[in-house]
């Protein structure tokens, strides 16, 4: 039952992505052609096509991240057996990096929403300064963010699936499976997640280069 | 023996930042007071400004980094005691994400030093745009490195120090005190080269900006 709702979760999101988009790929194609092409004149045309694949990529950015979220906090798994553990449920806040992957990956997405107006302000006036510097600023602040996040979960998924005998760690991955599976997911999509935004930041970067 | 010699690297290493700080520092001042005063003309010296504080900040991010390095890579305690434990030795090498602290930081290092001819051309030429660029866009990179570094490491940092229950991992730290001490020393370190790190970036896209 909780595995077939975060699975239709799941679908909408990538569905939603989708609808953002195939209507915005169809303007950005020649836009990024133009900016290619056209390198000395042409400047505010190849800022614009900058800017849409800013757009796509922000969008893209916000489905892993909302992904990678819903996974992480819809992660528990209950034993139908006996182990030699105390408790048979495994949840994503038994373990505090998991609890913070959910809270900092939140924000990310909460940022990535409220980013969306300036990215399109960066489409419709390509020459405007200001709300590309703070896309800049903003993304390299969410990118250490979503990092940390990142970098810390694999670190526990890690010692999850293989254990550590210097200091006595055991496994758990044998006896919660699924949970390290979701986990695992959740730990890759905030990756994904991180090369989108540093991929952001580039783009945003050199496109504040042409005056 | 070990701890004395790592006292000493540390020490040499804070004289060589404080080197590297004197003499810039009395050019930078006044520099930075230009950049602030007049905003609109003398827009070389606004640049040059940034681009001196950029070199600053990037010997800061280095001194830290290497601090960090050095710090866990020689952090290793034996047990003078017998204790439930079969081995009797901690090191950082027991824990894989200790040692991809010391292999990313190591990475981190190497980079700040390479780029810092680079920082040096934009304080020489600084209207030139191709360095600053290739500045925020490696200092990008640079930053989900050092901040996967220092997440990964402080998750397991904060488990060495609390454990956790409901895994059934205990806390090392009563036995290890000395290598957890230094460990956190190391991510802490790590920390404050990413929030370094991070000021480059902002201080570069926005030294971008003007034309």
């Not at 809270?103 to 405007?128: D, E, K, N, T, W």
């Not at 810390?152 to 890690?158: L, N, T, W």
């Amino acid at each position: 039952m909780e595995k077939s709702e975060s699975t239709k979760i799941d679908v909408v999101e990538t569905n939603k992505e989708k609808k953002g988009k195939a209507p915005l790929l169809g303007t950005a194609a020649p836009a990024i052609a133009a900016a290619v092409a056209h390198d000395g004149h042409a400047k505010g045309g190849a800022k614009r096509g900058i800017a849409i694949f800013d757009l796509i990529l922000r969008l893209a950015a916000f489905a892993s991240a909302l992904g990678a979220t819903v996974a992480m906090a819809t992660t528990e798994e209950t034993l139908p057996f006996f182990t030699q553990f105390f408790q048979f449920e495994a949840s994503y806040d038994d373990l505090p990096t998991f609890t913070f992957f959910v809270v900092g990956m939140g924000i990310v997405v909460a940022y990535l929403v409220l980013s969306v107006p300036f990215s399109i302000v960066c489409i419709v006036r390509p020459h405007a300064v200001v709300p590309r510097l703070l896309l800049i600023i903003f993304d390299t602040v969410i990118i250490a963010l979503a990092t940390g996040a990142a970098g810390s979960s694999a670190a526990i998924v890690y010692l999850a699936h293989n254990g550590n005998q210097d200091a006595n760690w055991l496994a758990i991955c044998q006896q919660f499976g699924d949970f390290c599976q979701r986990a695992s997911g959740a730990v890759v999509a905030s990756f994904v997640t991180v090369v989108l935004l540093i991929l952001m930041v580039v783009l945003s970067a050199s496109a504040l280069r042409r005056h």
